[in-house]
């Protein structure tokens, strides 16, 4: 084997950064309290702070050096840290997010959060614009992008994890004192991982569509929406090359692997299920980036080889067959030149009947482990038992994408309809009043699990030390509550109060396009402030198990019969060896040699 050293010094010097747009306005998440007034005049007040603070959230999840001059840090009570992460290959992996709570850094879920903001603003630029967030989105993205060009260094090299769960689990505390060793995990060549080169392909092509300046235009209206003022055609150009070799090397490794067989150790944090979803919305993206159809004739190969038709799962970093879905509707409109490049008689028709196939089912209950819970939240069974705000949102999202390209007016209304609902829920209307972004507005979540923001440092009392959290992470969406619409405000309760750049991914896009469309006030503005009570009896969830109903008692159990049945079959055969010798002798001799 070639020791990684000789492959590194061989490494062109990895980009730098500085050409970022200054913010003509500095933007500061408002007090809570502000959320009571209600917005007059465009653009809408309410809204612009929605997206402010989902895209400061961005900000306070910032690793390495935060206060270089070329991204000023907005956040006072965060530090330098981590800053050898990679110097165990010889690599600079500093910079970049923790992921959510705590402080492993994880390039899968960051390929799904990097595609879902660049595809938003691509759409709702308008809505930046006019809030003066562009600056902003142009910093947040361009921080995600640059960890992601460092952590892909060479074609066949992207490495997926920075720090070990295993340690990180067993720490709690500020940014100062993060557990050391940080191992990096590459996937390359010879370990493989078809799902991360294909998803981190994706988010680069978005990416590079979104600083090439071309208008996305996927309405038949003669207003389409337009993408912000970011233009930059370098960024785009070196954007596209990691698209580009990412895709290829995807592509071209056979045969294909899930990346959990090449780096078990970092499945604890995310594992994925696998790799045709990232494979054909890899292809689509950069068919759309490229503007070739030898990606879009590849993106069609594996919907129709792999079966990705008639889907019905959620839309999120690990599963992403829905989202291709509304892209290709979205392509067909805007590019309808791909599929005839390449020869394929398919239309904005088929991807109709796809996606609404889709929604319609959702709208209708007819959908595999899925439900709207009493209190009005989309509820996908297991999908959402980690944390059911981000799926929901995930689908509203596409649904508003969606809708202006349905097949009759009453769809593309009753899918609006349907989103906007989902959006209130978060933002108040729902059995708890409470406002699930924090910081927004009196009634949010005061006690996020996140151990930088809570200033506290005794994992063994996590809930309550310190009783009140430290500082106010503004913009983070929580896990949310549970099936029953119950919330229960605790820190240590990670599926209901952890915060995460996946969860936050779909709402700077939503808040953008809620200014651009002139839409009226988010649902909280009206909201009551209310003192929080913590609901009765206990959460009984994948953080909090209640006993008897543990995930790890049915787990027992199941080995436990499974040993039983071992030990059985092993007496039998015991019991039985003269006979099972004689037949073995007699009719399944192996051949000599
Ligand atoms: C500033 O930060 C960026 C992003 O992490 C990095 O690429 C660059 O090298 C840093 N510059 C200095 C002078 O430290
Ligand atoms: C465009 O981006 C490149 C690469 O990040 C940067 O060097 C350059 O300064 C940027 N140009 C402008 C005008 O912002
Ligand atoms: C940042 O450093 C200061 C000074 O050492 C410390 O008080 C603070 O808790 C640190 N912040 C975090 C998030 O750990
Ligand atoms: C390839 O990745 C595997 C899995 O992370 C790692 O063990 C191996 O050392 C890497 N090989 C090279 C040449 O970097
Ligand atoms: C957007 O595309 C539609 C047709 O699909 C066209 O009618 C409209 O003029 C286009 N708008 C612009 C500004 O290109
Ligand atoms: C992807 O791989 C297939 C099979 O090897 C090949 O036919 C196809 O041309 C490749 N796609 C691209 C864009 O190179
Ligand atoms: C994409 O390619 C087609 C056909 O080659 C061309 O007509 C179209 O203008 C191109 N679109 C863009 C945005 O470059
Ligand atoms: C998928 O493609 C492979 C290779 O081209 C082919 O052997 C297989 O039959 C295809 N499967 C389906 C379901 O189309
Ligand atoms: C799409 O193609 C089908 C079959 O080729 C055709 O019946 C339909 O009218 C087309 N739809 C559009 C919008 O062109
Ligand atoms: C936002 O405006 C666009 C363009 O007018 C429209 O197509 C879309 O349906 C609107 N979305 C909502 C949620 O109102």
């Known amino acids: 084997m070639i020791p990684i050293f000789s492959l590194f010094h061989l490494l062109p010097l990895l980009p730098i950064s500085l050409g970022q747009l200054t913010p003509s306005v500095t933007y500061n998440p408002p007090n809570p309290t502000q959320a009571l007034v209600p917005s007059t005049g465009s653009p809408n007040a309410q809204w612009s702070n929605v997206l402010g603070n ?18 000023p840090n907005r956040v006072g009570w965060r530090n330098d840290s981590a800053l050898h992460d990679g110097d165990d290959w010889g690599v600079d992996l500093t910079g970049g997010w923790y992921d959510a709570g705590d402080y492993i850094k994880a390039t899968f879920p960051l390929g799904f959060t990097m595609f879902a903001l660049s595809w938003g603003a691509l759409s709702y630029g308008q809505g930046y614009d006019a809030a003066k967030q562009t600056e902003y989105l142009d910093s947040t993205i361009r921080w995600g992008y640059d960890w992601l060009m460092k952590a892909h260094p060479e074609d066949d090299v992207l490495f997926l994890q920075v720090g070990s769960s295993v340690i990180d689990n067993d720490y709690w505390g500020g940014d100062q004192n993060i557990p050391t060793p940080r191992p990096a995990y590459p996937i390359n060549s010879s370990s493989p991982g078809t799902d991360a080169w294909a998803s981190t392909s994706s988010a680069f092509s978005l990416g590079a569509l979104l600083y090439s300046g071309q208008v996305w235009n996927t309405t038949t209206s003669s207003s389409p929406p337009t993408s912000p003022s970011l233009t930059n055609s370098t960024y785009s150009a070196l954007l596209l090359k990691h698209a580009e070799t990412l895709y290829n090397v995807a592509n071209s490794t056979r045969p294909f692997v899930s990346y959990d067989a090449s780096v078990p150790e970092i499945t604890d944090a995310y594992g994925s299920t696998g790799y045709w979803d990232d494979l054909c919305l890899s292809a689509l993206s950069l068919a759309i ?73 959702i709208l209708n209950g007819d959908f595999k482990d899925a439900h709207v819970t009493k209190g009005g939240l989309l509820y996908f069974g297991e999908d959402s038992a980690d944390n059911s705000l981000q799926p929901a949102l995930a689908t509203a999202t596409l649904m508003f994408r969606y809708a202006p390209l349905a097949s009759s007016s009453d769809k593309t ?55 009140v959290e430290a500082h106010v992470i503004y913009g983070g969406m929580v896990g949310g509550p549970l099936r029953n619409d119950k919330f229960w405000d605790w820190r240590d309760d990670w599926v209901q109060t952890e915060i995460a750049l996946d969860y936050n991914a779909n709402w700077p896009s939503v808040a953008a396009m809620m200014i ?26 994948n953080a909090l198990p209640c006993h008897g109903t543990s995930k790890g008692k049915i787990a027992g159990i199941v080995v436990g019969v499974v040993l039983g049945v071992l030990l059985i079959i092993a007496g039998l055969v015991f019991w039985k060896r003269k006979q099972i010798a004689r037949w073995w002798r007699r009719g399944y001799r192996l051949p000599k040699a």
């Open 54 to 71: 989902t895209l400061w959230f961005y900000d306070a999840q910032r690793s390495g050096r935060l206060d270089n001059g070329s991204y």
């Open 289 to 361: 980036a490229t503007n070739q159809s030898k990606y879009y004739s590849d993106a069609y190969f594996w919907y129709t080889n792999s079966s990705l038709t008639n889907n019905q799962k959620i839309w999120s970093w690990d599963k992403r067959t829905v989202a291709a879905y509304v892209l290709f509707a979205e392509t067909s409109v805007a590019r309808p030149g791909l599929a005839q490049g390449a020869g394929l008689d398919v239309n904005v028709t088929g991807w109709q009947t796809e996606a609404e196939g889709y929604f319609d089912k």
């Open 413 to 467: 209304q009753a899918y609006n309809a349907f989103a906007q609902s989902q959006i209130d829920y978060i933002l108040g209307n729902n059995a708890m009043s409470s406002v699930y972004i924090v910081g927004m507005h009196p009634n949010s979540p005061q006690n996020p699990s996140s151990a930088p923001a809570s200033g506290g440092d005794n994992i063994e009392d996590v809930r309550n030390d310190p009783p």
């Open 516 to 541: 651009a469309n002139n839409s009226a006030d988010p649902f909280y503005v009206s909201l009551a402030v209310r003192t929080y009570s913590t609901p009765s009896g206990q959460p009984c969830d």
